[in-house]
């Protein structure tokens, strides 16, 4: 068939140059497919031979660069290259039983697979880096901000901290969208499998894949192998967003907490007073753009039909592996940026005390102290705070609104009022003190430890399985 110049160009060629970036996993597809029909003895020893000399003479032959005239994809390609071998009375044979559309299928779950596993690293070595990060900051003093107003007082530890438990979560669904993509579409032919008695076992298990898809018309209409996976990095592009927006904000000369050194800053041309922690907007640069196009991957398959549809394609896929790179790229920044992030103790102090955000711990402590209630400190210390920290207000407000005399000495206020002391005292589980940010450091540590090795059991029974499949192509054909 003679395609049109235009849908060749823009279509068959431009996908035809990514297609090459998938053809090892043609290659193990091949290999896998060959030896399920030889061992359910649909295809004789020496045909299947035969057929396996073509295929590793093929195998290594450089791809040329543009499909040739009539030809349509990767799958015809080899297929024409494996008849030129061995003649197409025996390379026909190969494709006994299968489809292109279940080949894809696999074809595009294994890339998948790759990437996330790639993918998943990445992000391990970024919570590594938060949680030793944390380890050293145990005592960094910080201010935590809620609505853009200063709020309270903790430390850099405990800020981090939450970042990595959100991370962890991310990491838990990227190891579940591994697990929903691991399995295998091979055998399902083009929607209904085949007459012929073949094992879809054998494939899914030479393949790396845990079991094959239940139901031949889902392995080729379902759209969960990419819109899980994309759904889970555009949740952990989003968090991405949102830290280094806040390290933004605090690097801010307005408030001035978080400094970065000088191979993390850019100067102006211009203006000699300028350092711009320029790493944190490329960041947000990076996760945002991979954010779209992971929600693109979601949104393509809006109102589409429950069909074999090139939404299912190698198009969308090719936008997913692009993404996968930018978030990749996303992590390394986050790590960098973490890892050299410094905190201003004098700065945090001065902010601090200066817009009251320790003052909590003064309207408790008029509580235990006077056994007044909540309320009634909390207006005390509202009035306190607004009279820019007056002793003599605080002293008056007290003693009108809960009719007792203030004992406190302004030397004790001030010492409940410090920012180590605010730290000091929120000893209640989750919170900065700490004992409690080392417990939380040895649970994300432990969570971590949990998911690193089931996804390296995953890796693990994947390089166990192209192992096996080399090994039996190679000694059952006498290669």
């Avoid at 050194?261 to 000699?272: A, G, K, N």
């Avoid at 809006?302 to 069909?307: D, I």
């Avoid at 302004?410 to 004992?435: A, Y």
């Amino acid at each position: 068939m003679n395609f049109s110049h235009l849908y060749k160009q823009i279509v068959l060629d431009s996908s035809f140059k990514n297609w090459k970036r998938l053809a090892k996993y043609f290659t193990q597809i091949n290999k896998a497919h060959l030896l399920m029909l030889t061992k359910r003895q649909i295809l004789s020893k020496e045909l299947s031979s035969q057929i396996a000399r073509g295929l590793k003479q093929i195998e290594n032959e450089k791809i040329q660069n543009k499909l040739p005239e009539q030809v349509e994809d990767l799958v015809m390609l080899i297929e024409k290259g494996l008849s030129e071998k061995i003649g197409i009375e025996n390379a026909g044979f190969l494709h006994l039983a299968r489809s292109r559309n279940d080949i894809d299928a696999t074809v595009f779950r294994m890339c998948v697979r790759d990437e996330l596993i790639d993918l998943s690293e990445h992000l391990i070595d970024l919570i590594d880096t938060v949680i030793e990060k944390a380890k050293t900051d145990l005592k960094t003093l910080v201010l935590l901000y809620t609505h853009g107003q200063p709020a309270q007082v903790s430390t850099l530890a405990h800020y981090l901290m939450a970042f990595v438990f959100d991370l962890l979560e991310d990491l838990n669904n990227l190891f579940a969208s591994l697990q929903l993509v691991n399995i295998c579409p091979m055998g399902a032919g083009a929607i209904t499998t085949t007459g012929f008695s073949i094992d879809r076992n054998i494939v899914s298990e030479y393949l790396g894949f845990s079991k094959p898809v239940e139901n031949s018309y889902r392995a080729i209409v379902t759209s969960h192998w990419i819109v899980h996976p994309s759904s889970s990095l555009k949740n952990l592009m989003n968090d991405l967003t949102r830290i280094v927006q806040d390290f933004i904000h605090k690097a801010s000369c307005e408030v001035g907490i978080f400094q970065f050194p000088d191979d993390l800053v850019q100067i102006s041309s211009i203006m000699p007073q300028k350092r711009n922690p320029v790493i944190l907007e490329h960041l947000r640069i990076r996760a945002n753009i991979a954010y779209g196009i992971f929600e693109s991957i979601e949104r393509v398959f809006v109102n589409t039909p429950y069909q074999d549809i090139n939404e299912n394609g190698d198009f969308v896929l090719f936008r997913f592996i692009e993404g996968v790179e930018i978030a990749e790229e996303s992590l390394k920044l986050a790590k960098e940026s973490i890892s050299k992030v410094s905190v201003d103790q004098e700065r945090v102090k001065e902010l601090a005390l200066k817009t009251g955000a320790t003052t909590t711990e003064l309207a408790d402590e008029l509580v235990r102290r006077f056994a007044v209630s909540f309320r009634q400190a909390h207006s005390v210390v509202s009035q306190y705070v607004r009279s820019n920290m007056n002793y003599e207000i605080l002293c008056e407000s007290f003693e009108r609104l809960c009719g007792q005399r203030m004992t406190l000495t302004q030397e004790e206020v001030n010492k409940i009022l410090s920012p180590e002391n605010f730290v000091k005292v929120r000893k209640v589980s989750g919170g900065p003190d700490e004992k409690r940010v080392l417990e939380m450091i040895q649970t994300a540590e432990e969570s971590k430890a949990l998911l690193c090795e089931k996804i390296k059991q995953s890796e693990k029974q994947i390089a166990e399985s192209f192992k096996a499949l080399e090994d039996h192509f190679r000694r059952y054909f006498e290669l």
